[in-house]
């Protein structure tokens, strides 16, 4: 059984466009992040989430909003889609908080803005 | 310069050798996260650290908070054990907390 689960895999759309990203998580963590990996390969914190409260948001787009219709899921919407938005996303989760429990990370999502 | 610093960038080793990659960090933590992503991109957590030393196989962790270092070794290394390893803190200015990464460690080794 996948424990962190993102769809899709990959994504490709046009500048402008508006797309979301889902991600689920069976593994009963109360805590979940979204990562951007740009073209360095330099990973990123976006949003980190927990019961459903948002509690760290770096300096992120007001263009990117983090949904969370339930413990199990943190879905990613992005507006306006821009061609810096290119990368991957990876969606993780833990049992407590970054500084109580190690991660688990989905596959990614490969987003390309052309 | 970023905060969380780490050496060496590559390491090319024969399989076998002991593999030792360093984390140096400029500020204070409450913890230190390894992480191992794959060539295929998938991602990894190998260790969570606040003090001391983790063992799991072949791999050992092992942070020094006064001299703000970490260290992941990995022993009697294998051709699967090429990834790119990242260090990640969570540190604390005042009452805030952020995430920084480091640059990660391209590790290959050779059979």
């Known amino acids: 059984d996948t424990a962190v689960s993102q769809t899709p895999k990959y994504l490709v759309t046009q500048m402008g466009n508006d797309k979301s990203i889902k991600c689920e998580q069976n593994?009963?963590?109360?805590?979940m992040y979204w990562y951007k990996q740009d073209s360095k390969k330099f990973l990123k914190i976006m949003f980190s989430?927990?019961?459903?409260?948002?509690?760290i948001n770096e300096t992120v787009p007001n263009r990117f909003s983090p949904k969370s219709p339930d413990k199990a899921h943190l879905n990613l919407h992005i507006n306006s889609l821009e061609l810096g938005d290119s990368a991957v996303y990876f969606c993780?989760?833990?049992?407590?908080?970054?500084?109580?429990?190690?991660?688990?990370f989905g596959p990614g999502t490969r987003l390309t803005v052309l | 310069k970023n905060e969380v610093e780490q050496s060496p960038q590559n390491l090319t080793a024969q399989e076998g050798e002991f593999i030792t990659i360093n984390c140096s960090y400029s500020?204070?933590?409450?913890?230190l996260h390894w992480l191992q992503q794959h060539p295929g991109g998938g991602i990894v957590s190998l260790f969570m650290?606040?003090?001391g030393k983790k063992k799991h196989g072949r791999l050992i962790a092992t942070i020094n908070i006064q001299e703000k270092h970490s260290s992941l070794h990995i022993t009697a290394s294998h051709p699967r054990d090429s990834a790119v390893y990242i260090c990640?803190?969570?540190?604390?200015?005042?009452?805030?907390?952020?995430?920084?990464f480091g640059q990660g460690t391209r590790l290959t080794i050779n059979p």
């Open positions: 993780a989760s833990s049992q407590g908080d970054w500084d109580r429990s190690e991660q688990f």
């Open positions: 593994l009963g963590h109360d805590t």
């Open positions: 989430y927990n019961n459903k409260e948002l509690i």
């Open positions: 500020v204070g933590i409450s913890a």
């Open positions: 650290l606040s003090s």
């Open positions: 990640a803190v969570r540190s604390r200015y005042g009452g805030a907390q952020k995430l920084v």
